[in-house]
C-alpha cells in the first residue's frame, strides 16, 4: 500500500486539474483496499477530498465534508502528533471554513517539523487569510527558498499573488507576476486563474480579464462557475473580500453552460 499512496501522494502535486486529481484519488484508494488503516493514506484521503470539493471535483459536498471529516478524524486518533497528520488537518479545517485552528494545527506541525515547506506555506496562506500578511509572505518566501524544485511551487506562488493583494495599499502589480509565475509552472491550476482575472480587473484591465476569465474554463471543461464561487468562499477570508471576489465573478458570468458533466 506505501507505493500506492506515495504515488498518489506525489501525483496530486505534480499539478492540482481534473484528470491529475482522479488519479491521485484512484491510487489512494487502491491503498487503502489493501490497508484500511494505513494512517497516511487516510490522512491523504481526507486532503484530496477536501482539494476535490474546493475545485468542484467532487460532486458530493454532504458526503464529501462527512468524509474528509472521518478520514482525518481516524488518522489523528492513530497519529495524532505526526506533521503529515497535522498538516492534513489543517487543510481540512481551513477550507471548511476554521482558519484560526488550522494555524494551531499547523503550528504544531511546524514544532515537529521545522523545516517543512508544505507546512510553511499551508501556514503562510491561513496567516494571509486572517490578517497576518507580512508574516504570511515571509513563511511562503520561507517555503520556495528550502524547496525552489518543488512540485508544488505553482501553489506557493499562487498564495503570493493574494498575499500582495492584501497587503496595505495592495501591490497588485506583484499579485499579477505571481500568478503569472504560478501559471507558466502549471497552466490549468483553477485559482491562479481565478487570481489573475480578478487583479486585471481591479487594475481595471477589462478586456484581458474577460479573456483570462473565459480561458479558466476552456482548460477546466469541468468547471462551473457555481463551483466557481463556492471555492473563492471556501478558500478567500474575510467574508467580505470573498463577497467582493464572487461580484466580480458575477460580471463576467455569460449565458454558456458550464455544468460539471455528468
Known amino acids: ?3 500506492y499512496a506515495l504515488t498518489g501522494y506525489n501525483e496530486f502535486f505534480s499539478g492540482v486539474d481534473y484528470e491529475t486529481y482522479q488519479q491521485s484519488t484512484n491510487l489512494i484508494k487502491q491503498a487503502l483496499e489493501l490497508d484500511p488503516e494505513y494512517v497516511y493514506a487516510r490522512a491523504m484521503n481526507a486532503c484530496l477530498v477536501t482539494t476535490g470539493i474546493l475545485l468542484g471535483f467532487y460532486k458530493d459536498l454532504e458526503e464529501g465534508a462527512k468524509l474528509a471529516t472521518a478520514e482525518i478524524q481516524f488518522a489523528l486518533k492513530q497519529a495524532p502528533n505526526d506533521p503529515n497528520v497535522l498538516w492534513c488537518w489543517a487543510v481540512v479545517q481551513g477550507f471548511f471554513g476554521d482558519k484560526p485552528s488550522a494555524i494551531v494545527a499547523l503550528e504544531r506541525a511546524k514544532d515537529g517539523n521545522p523545516n517543512g515547506p508544505h507546512i510553511l506555506a499551508d501556514l503562510g496562506n491561513f496567516f494571509m487569510q486572517t490578517g497576518r500578511v507580512e508574516e504570511g509572505l515571509d513563511l511562503v518566501r520561507d517555503a520556495i527558498d528550502l524547496s525552489p524544485r518543488e512540485p508544488r511551487l505553482f501553489i506557493w506562488h499562487y498564495f503570493m499573488g493574494h498575499g500582495y493583494s492584501r497587503l496595505d495599499p495592495p501591490q497588485l502589480d506583484k499579485s499579477l507576476i505571481e500568478f503569472d509565475k504560478a501559471l507558466a509552472l502549471f497552466k490549468a491550476y483553477i485559482p491562479s486563474w481565478t487570481g489573475k482575472f480578478m487583479t486585471l480587473h481591479m487594475i481595471n484591465k477589462f478586456e484581458e480579464a474577460r479573456e483570462a476569465f473565459d480561458m479558466m474554463f476552456e482548460l477546466n471543461p469541468a ?22 471576489y464572487v461580484s466580480i465573478i458575477d460580471f463576467y458570468e455569460n449565458e454558456e453552460d458550464r455544468k460539471l458533466p455528468s
Open 1 to 3: 500500500m506505501v507505493p
Open 223 to 244: 468547471l462551473g462557475v457555481e463551483q466557481l464561487r463556492r471555492m473563492v468562499k471556501m478558500g478567500i477570508d474575510p467574508e467580505e473580500v470573498s463577497d467582493f
